[in-house]
T-cell receptor, first 116, second 114 residues
Framework: DAGVIQSPRHEVTEMGQEVTLRCKPI?????LFWYRQTMMRGLELLIY????????DSGMPEDRFSAKMPNASFSTLKIQPSEPRDSAVYFC??????????????FGSGTQLSVL | GESVGLHLPTLSVQEGDNSIINCAYS??????FIWYKQESGKGPQFIID?????DKRQGQRVTVLLNKTVKHLSLQIAATQPGDSAVYFC?????????????FGDGTTLTVKP
């Protein structure tokens, strides 16, 4: 299995531009998560999906952030318009879920976002 | 000026020694705990987990201890190797209905000296 695949690996953009981050979870995993990592705040959960349905988006910082999961093999996190304070590493993770509390997360390699 | 951010605990050990990384968790309702390892430029990687009905679990060279009375978790790494150098995070989960909604600690940076 290739694991969780994220793209792009690095993104440099200017303030005000739209940014779209992409994620392909591990096949068969029922849960998909978007995390953000910064030196200031550590690892923060932004939103997670179960069977393509958003379950908890309470971590999404503002309306500028949106996430979708149109099918079981693809998710996007969009920031529009982007601001310098959005600069961070954004991780996508998936988890098998299921009745046996199989909740360990499998992380992608992350997208390093720099907003100038 | 001085940058403000998380002040991650650090641990420096000699190759071959045992390492103990500690974590205090916040929610007494947490019932599932996971340790992750994050190497530079990579995402966190699962190491070992433990449920709240246990107080110890062993893996290959790693042991996790859970003390629910004081809400404390520790990760022990035996015969630490240079490849163990990384940031280590503990994560806590609450309840099966929140499956996978992990809250991460700040992390501990482990440096292994050859």
């Amino acid at each position: 299995d290739a694991g969780v695949i994220q793209s792009p690996r690095h993104e440099v953009t200017e303030m005000g531009q739209e940014v779209t981050l992409r994620c392909k979870p591990i096949s068969g995993h029922d849960y998909l998560f978007w995390y953000r990592q910064t030196m200031m705040r550590g690892l923060e959960l932004l939103i997670y999906f179960n069977n393509n349905v958003p379950i908890d988006d309470s971590g999404m910082p503002e309306d500028r952030f949106s996430a979708k999961m149109p099918n079981a093999s693809f998710s996007t996190l969009k920031i529009q318009p982007s601001e310098p304070r959005d600069s961070a590493v954004y991780f996508c993770a998936s988890s098998p879920g299921g009745g046996n509390r199989n909740e360990k997360l499998f992380f992608g390699s992350g997208t390093q976002l720099s907003v100038l | 000026g001085e940058s403000v951010g998380l002040h991650l605990p650090t641990l420096s050990v000699q190759e071959g020694d045992n390492s103990i990384i500690n974590c205090a968790y916040s929610n007494s309702a947490s019932d599932y705990f996971i340790w992750y390892k994050q190497e530079s430029g990579k995402g966190p990687q699962f190491i070992i987990d433990i449920r709240s009905n246990m107080d110890k679990r062993q893996g290959q060279r790693v042991t996790v201890l859970l003390n629910k009375t004081v809400k404390h978790l520790s990760l022990q790494i035996a015969a630490t190797q240079p490849g163990d150098s990384a940031v280590y995070f503990c994560a806590e989960n609450i309840g099966q209905t929140n499956a996978g909604k992990s809250t991460f600690g700040d992390g501990t940076t482990l440096t292994v000296k050859p």
